[in-house]
């Protein structure tokens, strides 16, 4: 499941997408292709807000 983060990329102002793969959360520009490794989300796996809202993603696994 893809969560956005609109207009928030350091390196270029983009639109960033959050998403996981077998290392750990991760969040990448859509324009840009900058990538970045979310460590907290790696260490806890709990609730994180995104537009306002709160989401336990931990539970969205699929394996």
Known sequence: ??????????????DLFVDR??????EQC???SYR???PELKKRGVAVGVGGRQEDWSKNEEN
Do not use: A, P, V, Y
């Open 30 to 32: 859509l324009q840009c």
């Open 36 to 38: 970045r490794e979310l």
């Open 1 to 14: 499941m893809l969560h956005w983060k609109l207009k928030n990329c350091s390196r270029c102002g983009g």
């Open 21 to 26: 793969d077998l290392d750990g959360w991760f």
